[in-house]
Every structure is written in C-alpha cells, then in structure tokens.
C-alpha cells in the first residue's frame, strides 16, 4: 500500500483537531504539523537531524581541486613560454651576428646572418671550417671542436642539459625519462632536441624550432655550409625519420627539457 495514501487521512485529521485547538487557545502550532507530511515524504523524521557520527561534509575537497587544477595549468603555460623562449634562442642565432675566431688566440670577428642564404649564418670565412665559436668557447679546448652539443645546450639556456653537453650521444644518455626513442607516430614539440648516431662515436643533434604535420624544421649547430655553420633544416617525420643530407647518421629520438 502507498504510504502517502495512508498518510494522507491522518494528516487531514490532524489538521483539524489542530484548527479545533487553535480556535480555543488562539495558539499556532499548525505550520510545524504542516511540514510534518514533507518530512515524511523525505524519509527524516519531522524535528530530527543526521544520525549520530554521520558525516555530512564532503568526501573531497574544492578548494584542494581547485588549486590542483590550477597548478596543472599553470605547469602547462609555464611549459609553452619556456619551449618558445627556445625557439626565440634558435630565431635569435640564425638572424644574428655571432662571433668566431679563424685561429686559436686569433681576432674575435662577427658572422654575417643569411649568407650564402637566408637559412644559414656562416661562423666563419671562405672555407675556413675553423670551428671555433662563442658556443664551444672558442675551442680552447681543441676536443671541443665538434658544436652542434653546444648549440643545443645554449639554445635551452644551459638548463636540464646532459653533464657532457658537447657530445651528441649524451643527448640520448644523459637526460633520464626526458629520452623519447623514435617513433613514427610520436613527434617532438619546438624546444626539443632531435639527435642521430653513427658509426663509432659520431652523432650530431639539431634544435626542433617548429612542427607542422609530420614536417619537423630544426634549427642546428655545427652544420651546412663548410659544416660551421647555424642553419634551418627540414625534416619528414616518417618512416624510418628524419635524414640528414649526408645520410651518414640515423635518427635515435629527441630530448626534452621537461
């Protein structure tokens, strides 16, 4: 049987021995009787509260989401700004004049940005290939010649960089869970720094400054024209990756400073 069906009449009887009071007393009890049906109908009994020890609070805390949800977004952004700073960098060595020396204790002299195209800026003159910059310290130590690392590790600011910064392999090696091994399906992001092995010790790595599809423009120490030079490079995320133009290397993955 519906308990309201049986409520109901009890209620109405109710209300009239209270109307029948209330003309004899002029009391006003009736608005607590009223609310005892709804009270009913709730499944609390009219002028009881929670059982004793049980919790009424919330099982998780907004302000504790709110201020995870904020932290998370604020990791991201700080992220974004960071990754473009890097790219900023690799803008900024490309575009501007950087200084080289053609011999060790030589005269310090400036490149000209954009020569012999605007994808290149030459740190050196005619086919000196001296290899000897402002990013590997000029080469005062001659094992320092090779300076594609070097580039790299200025273009993060010298932050989350492998210990051995001027050796390609340690971009692999060197930076924990921050390794990613290639993958077709898995890309870099600008500020990442893509990096090949060869035979023996050789390697070479290059700064990811834009992603667009499966192309991957970098922007690389130690490279293109006499091979001393800083210069933008394009690359197809596919197959077995990224080749470089001397095909002497085979891409292994990127690095990531977060």
Same mark, same amino acid.
């Given at each position: 049987m519906? =308990?309201?069906r049986?409520?109901?009449p009890?209620?109405?009887v109710?209300?009239?021995?209270?109307?029948?009071l209330?003309?004899?007393?002029?009391?006003?009890? $009736?608005?607590?009787?009223?609310?005892?049906? #709804?009270a009913?109908?709730?499944g609390?009994?009219a002028g009881?509260g +929670?059982?004793?020890?049980? %919790?009424t609070?919330?099982?998780?805390?907004?302000?504790?989401?709110?201020?995870?949800?904020?932290e998370?977004? %604020?990791g991201?952004?700080?992220?974004?700004?960071?990754?473009?700073r890097i790219?900023?960098?690799?803008?900024d060595a490309?575009t501007? !004049?950087k *200084? #080289?020396?053609?011999?060790?204790?030589g005269?310090?002299?400036?490149?000209? +940005?954009?020569? +012999?195209? *605007?994808?290149?800026?030459y740190?050196?003159k005619?086919?000196?290939? $001296? =290899?000897m910059?402002?990013? =590997?310290?000029?080469?005062?130590? !001659?094992?320092?010649?090779? @300076?594609?690392? #070097?580039?790299?590790?200025?273009?993060?600011?010298?932050?989350?960089?492998p210990?051995d910064a001027?050796?390609?392999r340690? @971009?692999r090696?060197?930076v924990?869970?921050?390794?990613?091994?290639?993958?077709?399906?898995?890309l870099?992001?600008?500020? %990442?720094?893509?990096? @090949?092995?060869?035979?023996?010790?050789a390697?070479?790595?290059?700064v990811?400054? &834009?992603?667009?599809?499966? *192309?991957?423009? /970098?922007?690389?120490?130690?490279?293109g024209?006499?091979? %001393?030079?800083?210069?933008?490079? *394009?690359?197809? @995320?596919?197959? &077995?990756? !990224?080749v470089l133009k001397?095909?002497?290397? /085979?891409i292994q993955?990127f &690095?990531?400073? #977060?």
């Amino acid at each position: 049987m519906d =308990n309201r069906r049986a409520i109901a009449p009890v209620t109405a009887v109710l209300l009239f021995l209270t109307s029948a009071l209330l003309a004899l007393t002029g009391a006003t009890a $009736a608005p607590a009787l009223a609310a005892a049906p #709804f009270a009913a109908h709730s499944g609390t009994r009219a002028g009881t509260g +929670p059982e004793p020890g049980t %919790d009424t609070e919330p099982d998780t805390d907004p302000d504790a989401v709110d201020e995870g949800v904020d932290e998370a977004v %604020d990791g991201a952004v700080n992220e974004a700004a960071e990754r473009q700073r890097i790219v900023d960098r690799t803008t900024d060595a490309l575009t501007t !004049p950087k *200084r #080289f020396r053609l011999k060790p204790g030589g005269p310090v002299l400036r490149s000209v +940005p954009g020569r +012999p195209d *605007r994808d290149t800026n030459y740190l050196g003159k005619g086919n000196s290939n $001296a =290899n000897m910059n402002e990013y =590997n310290g000029f080469a005062r130590n !001659p094992n320092a010649r090779q @300076w594609c690392g #070097f580039f790299a590790a200025a273009m993060w600011g010298r932050r989350g960089v492998p210990a051995d910064a001027g050796s390609s392999r340690a @971009w692999r090696t060197g930076v924990g869970r921050r390794w990613h091994p290639y993958a077709a399906g898995r890309l870099p992001k600008p500020g %990442d720094v893509l990096m @090949w092995a060869g035979r023996g010790t050789a390697g070479h790595v290059g700064v990811v400054a &834009a992603v667009s599809g499966t *192309r991957v423009t /970098t922007v690389e120490g130690n490279t293109g024209y006499h091979s %001393d030079s800083i210069a933008r490079q *394009r690359y197809e @995320w596919t197959g &077995a990756g !990224p080749v470089l133009k001397d095909r002497s290397k /085979t891409i292994q993955g990127f &690095a990531s400073r #977060f």
